[in-house]
Nanobody, 124 residues
Framework: QVQVAESGGGLVQTGGSLTLSCAAS????????FGWFRQAPGKEREFVAA?????????YESGSREGRFTASIDRATDTAYLQMNSLRAEDTATYYC????????????????WGQGTQVTVSS
């Protein structure tokens, strides 16, 4: 299996930036894609971004966060990142990292292992 641990969350001001990290461990050679999701209080989990492991190709959910979030990977450290800029109050949520070990298309948005989440709070 693959273990996933998010970090880097915290409290930021509106317009600020934050970078989340997703460290994978265990059988990391099985990783095919990383995905980022978030869940706000009282809301369902929503897709944020995904990165293809072998070449770093990324996709993003259309919406208010388009152009503000950048997902990337560092294969050498088995770590994925989510750079978030121009943060807004609506970005407040628990952010989750997930790993696909099957090799699905990154548009499939299906993942096999999930982290516990890291809280991002944007104050207005």
């Amino acid at each position: 299996q693959v273990q996933v641990a998010e970090s880097g969350g915290g409290l930021v001001q509106t317009g600020g930036s934050l970078t989340l990290s997703c460290a994978a461990s265990g059988r990391t050679y099985m990783i095919r894609n990383f995905g980022w999701f978030r869940q706000a209080p009282g809301k369902e989990r929503e897709f944020v971004a995904a990165v293809r492991w072998h070449d770093g190709a990324s996709i993003y959910e259309s919406g208010s966060r388009e152009g503000r979030f950048t997902a990337s990977i560092d294969r050498a450290t088995d770590t994925a990142y989510l750079q978030m800029n121009s943060l807004r109050a609506e970005d407040t949520a628990t952010y989750y990292c997930a790993v696909d070990t099957v090799g699905r298309d990154i548009m499939a948005r299906e993942y096999d292992y999930w982290g516990q989440g890291t809280q991002v709070t944007v104050s207005s």
